[in-house]
């Protein structure tokens, strides 16, 4: 976790640099590394004006291959294809059976389109390590890259096989499987997200939105639950979910209007509450635009 001593002193080394004092050029790279944050373009710039110099590089020893590494994933971030290429040149000079060094070359032929390449990289990389989660994640990533989203879940789900407790893989898969319109899939990986992660409120939201879209009675009256959930895990301020409580009430509402069924009156309530709380942010944080909202929100709460 990135603590804000750190965070402020990563900014304050950055602002010398960029004011062109480059003594603590090796301190400012070892904090991006040792604090996992992208700082691509900078990370970039001022890393290859490091190891294109050679009396400051020979001083790193063995820490110079570290920066190699860190340098050329900057780079691809960037586009640098060509200083890249020259790191990961070095790299594999220095330690040409290193499966992570191959990481690299895979991850370089895939910012150049060599699809085909990348792949039989990667294929022969995870011969030697099947379990390796970065290479398998990179095969998802690529199908992503191209288009093929079957191809991508087909990847996740074997991932999953594995790393069953990666909650952003779980997430990632509901998204394509929803860009899909596999919404059934979606809503499993979601209900697997809030059993692992119940006081999630994102995981409630996106739950919530795929109800809603898959419509229905049973799915409408699950999504004003979750949406409700959401804002209480949110601290009540969640506009998405109060907008999807009010938009749920309402489709709720409707229904059972068209289907003769005696209406909710914690439909009606649930609604409205929504509805004031929702006049009550735009009126203290976008008050011109609350006299577009207001008469949206009361047909909504006359509808329920």
């Keep these: 976790m990135v603590g804000v001593g750190d965070q402020v002193e990563l900014d304050r080394l950055e602002k010398q640099l960029d004011a062109g004092r480059k003594d603590d050029i090796v301190k400012y790279i070892d904090l991006v590394r040792k604090l996992k944050v992208r700082r691509s373009e900078k990370v970039a710039v001022h890393g290859l004006a490091l190891l294109n110099n050679p009396s400051s590089a020979s ?8 920066v190699y590494e860190q340098v050329a994933i900057a780079a691809m971030d960037t586009n640098n ?9 070095a790299l594999m000079r220095k330690f040409p059976d290193s499966n992570r060094v191959g990481r690299l070359e895979g ?29 398998l994640k990179r095969k998802v990533a690529m199908a992503k890259a191209q288009g093929n989203y079957s191809g991508a879940v087909d990847s996740l789900n074997k991932y999953l096989e594995t790393f069953m407790a990666d909650h952003d893989a779980w997430r990632e898969l509901a998204e394509l499987y929803t860009s899909l319109l596999m919404y059934k899939q979606a809503a499993f990986c979601y209900e697997e997200l809030i ?18 879209t898959m419509g229905g009675l049973e799915n409408l009256r699950a999504a004003k639950k979750y949406y409700a959930a959401t804002i209480e895990l949110s601290g009540g301020r969640n506009i998405r979910a109060l907008y999807g409580v009010v938009l749920s009430g309402t489709a709720i509402s409707q229904l059972l209007k068209q289907t003769r069924s005696r209406n909710e009156e914690e439909s009606m309530e649930i609604v409205t509450l929504a509805s004031s709380v929702l006049k009550r942010e735009y009126k203290s944080k976008a008050p011109r635009k609350l006299p577009l909202l207001s008469p949206l929100l009361e047909k909504a709460v006359s509808a329920s």
């Design 195 to 212: 059993l692992g992660q119940p006081t999630n409120a994102l995981y409630h939201l996106g739950y919530a939105e795929l109800l809603y």
């Design 81 to 89: 294809l060509e200083a890249a290429k020259e790191c990961i040149g």
């Design 107 to 135: 991850m370089w032929m895939e910012a150049n389109g060599y699809w085909q390449q990348a792949e039989k990289v990667y294929a022969t990389l995870l011969e030697a390590t099947p379990a390796d989660p970065f290479l």
């Design 59 to 66: 001083k790193l020893g063995d820490e110079v291959w570290n």
